[in-house]
């Protein structure tokens, strides 16, 4: 039976290559905001962390290895982190992933209700769009915890 635990720091090569073997943001990994999802030999199997921008936290770097996709681990990494946040949690994602992060209660954030943090990218997103880039993430955020 898989494990759901904190990640160690021994865990964080396999997290790091996760993350890059799923073509995610590297930036701003610390394996001491993640939890990890790990089979009886230790091997990570999938991945995800909360990362804090100023007073705001967002889910991020949620990663499964693809032969084990489809078992619900990425379910219980978001169930684990919703269950430990004291204050609204923001993601982004995928538009494609929507569907996904609301069905655990997360919505679209409005423009209005964005924390610093996220107008910056989406800022940054509007431009890469204006040189001819394809569309950028979506922004989501659940407040009831």
């Given amino acids: 039976m898989e494990q759901l635990r904190p ?35 230790g091997r990570v199997l999938a991945c995800a962390q909360v990362k804090p921008h100023g007073a705001a936290l967002e889910l991020a770097s ?10 619900g681990l990425a379910r219980r990494l978001i169930e684990y982190w919703l269950e430990r946040s004291q204050r609204p949690l923001y993601l ?7 569907g996904l992060y ?12 964005l924390p610093p943090y996220f107008r910056r990218i989406l800022r940054l997103f509007t ?11 979506l922004v989501m955020v659940k407040k009831e915890i």
């Fill in 102 to 113: 609301a069905r655990f209660g997360f919505r679209t954030a409005g423009a209005g209700e």
């Fill in 7 to 41: 990640a160690k720091k021994e865990d964080f090569p396999a997290i790091r290559a996760l993350i890059n073997s799923n073509h995610l943001n590297p930036t701003g990994l610390d394996w001491r905001r993640f939890a990890v999802i790990a089979d009886e030999q």
């Fill in 127 to 137: 431009l890469l769009r204006w040189l001819g880039a394809p569309g950028g993430p």
């Fill in 62 to 71: 949620l990663a499964v290895v693809p032969g084990m996709r489809g078992r």
């Fill in 92 to 98: 982004m994602c995928r538009p494609e992933l929507e």
